[in-house]
């Protein structure tokens, strides 16, 4: 029989790998402020993501935040964002004294479509906060273009897309700021953790003071800030973690053609969409199951796996339109219906890590085919 199987894994180093970091850090009593590992894991992700400007930060969330803060958008205006992603999206947009409005996805890849971002947009709009989901990228010409005709900002979350580029282009290059989430669940962790990335070095002192209480020097606070450090734990993890992200970038990759190979000919069900010159961060591999063309449920899959001891998840359900604080937001959409309110059933996350095993993939075939 084989052991649960689990939606994510954290990628972790070898415990005595680490422990020469702990002895560092306990010899030199330095555990956070931005310290000696903080500075090492800053300049190796700055160089890893090709990004001019990478600033760690304590969480994603935190980093959404100062994201948001950094670009002075006017108080209680509009920033446009996607009803398809993990709440602290739209919440880091409430937060800032800012008004999240939602637009649909696109239904091939399922990340912001254009075309509802452009039926969105008002006198009070100041920003689009897109969303890169399970690997796939959004369409950045598009959405850049908008922003420029508009004269608004463009963020990305891109909490699901580390290392990614796009015709070689560094994905945390696109817009005027991208955000990533190394919380234990992502391809690269850092237990928990975040980054802000610019396509500016100039951008690095606003984003220091905003991520540590606007303060300058003894004597000088400069900004309003918060409190985002990485503590020197977070960053030593991150550390020896940076070295192990190749290695199952390209497992998972692996994995993703034996997912592939099994549901390919599974009428009712759309595996995720390849995208020319987009190298893959492998986050997440997510499927659409339609009811009537499969014959049975996203929710009947879900609990036949969990029967055979596989726990997927459903990414993301409900989405933030069903959550109290935003429940009976416009969904706008170039569609009669948003596409959204279709799929957020329909969409379904596998076990995707180096944890996976031929018996777990033989058990997820048995489910999808009856075998």
Known sequence: MTSPLFVA???????????????????SEVLTNNGPFHQKLEQALESYLGAP?????NNGTIALLVALKMLDLPPGSEVITTPLTFAATAHSITWNGLKPVFADVDPETLTIDPKAVEKAITAKTSAILAVHVYGTVCDTVKLQDIANRNGIRLIYDAAHVFGTTISGVPIGTFGDVSVFSFHATKLFNTFEGGLITTQSAIDKDRVYFLRNFGIKNEEEVVDIGINGKMNEMQAAIGLLNLQLVNRERAIRAELRRDYNNILHNVAGI???KEQSGVSNSEQYYHIVIDPVVFSRSRDDIYKELKQAGIFSRKYFHPICTDFSPYKGNVIHSAYEEPYVETVKTRVLCLPFHSGVTEDHLKLIDQVFNRR
């Open 53 to 57: 400007c990478a600033m760690l930060f």
């Open 270 to 272: 759309r595996t995720p």
């Open 9 to 27: 894994k954290p990628v972790l180093p070898k415990l005595e790998d680490f422990i020469p970091y702990l002895e560092e850090i306990w010899r």
